[in-house]
């Protein structure tokens, strides 16, 4: 399976913007990219996915990069809820769900 | 709320006893997902069920084994337990396409 690469953890302040990036340079034309979340003492929820356009649902924004080497997840106003550790995904088709690390995102009032 | 339901929430039992985890999926999904967290090998893919036939299997011990029934709810049988299968054990379900998957809110298993 393709490989991601995300820092180990990011903070931000409450109601700023937050830029979580994924580096996935190994990318195949079939990868879907998806993105998923884990709140503390929850099981993960799925937060977005996009295969080459950028996506925008009521959680946030999927940019991809042109040439799909690397993407970013956009909380446009985080909230101290969104406080969480943030998975990056490359799935291909009907292909099961390889969580990485992910990035621990800490977020300050 | 995912829709996904997963009992029991705690689960404390002993070295070499047998344990079985069950999970509802959101209703009319067909696939089920197991999952294994823990402190040293983080979230871990076990086992896919797809309208009650195995369809893909991760890193599953042959201690465990899990089974899908005709309403679709999943077990997941774990034996001769050790003090390292102590984890949070995660159930998952998406529809026909796969394109997402919802979590439950897992179940807690401590082996002492």
């Known amino acids: 399976d393709a490989k991601t690469t995300q820092p180990n953890s990011m903070e931000s302040n409450e109601e700023e913007p937050v830029h979580l990036p994924c580096n996935h340079s190994t990318i195949s034309g079939t990868d879907y990219i998806h993105w998923y979340r884990q709140l503390p003492s929850q099981g993960p929820e799925y937060v977005i996915h996009g295969l080459t356009s950028n996506v925008n649902n009521r959680m946030a924004s999927l940019a991809i990069a042109e040439d799909r080497k690397s993407s970013t997840l956009i909380l446009h106003r985080a909230t101290l809820r969104d406080a969480a550790v943030y998975y990056c995904i490359l799935r291909s088709g009907y292909s099961t769900l390889t969580f990485g690390k992910g990035t621990m995102l800490l977020v300050s009032p | 709320d995912s829709g996904v339901t997963q009992t029991p929430k705690h689960l404390i039992t002993a070295t070499g006893q047998r344990v079985t985890l069950r999970c509802s999926p959101r209703?009319?999904?067909?696939?089920v997902y197991w999952y294994q967290q823990s402190l040293d090998q983080g979230l871990q893919f076990l086992i896919q069920y797809y309208n009650g036939e195995e369809r893909a299997k991760g890193n599953i011990l042959e201690r465990f084994s899990a089974q899908q029934f005709p309403d679709l709810h999943s077990e997941l049988n774990l034996s001769s337990l050790e003090l390292g299968d102590s984890a949070l054990y995660f159930c998952?379900?998406?529809?026909?396409?796969?394109?997402?998957?919802?979590f439950g809110p897992g179940t807690r298993l401590t082996v002492t």
């Open positions: 998952a379900s998406s529809d026909v396409t796969d394109s997402e998957q919802y």
């Open positions: 209703s009319g999904d067909l696939s």
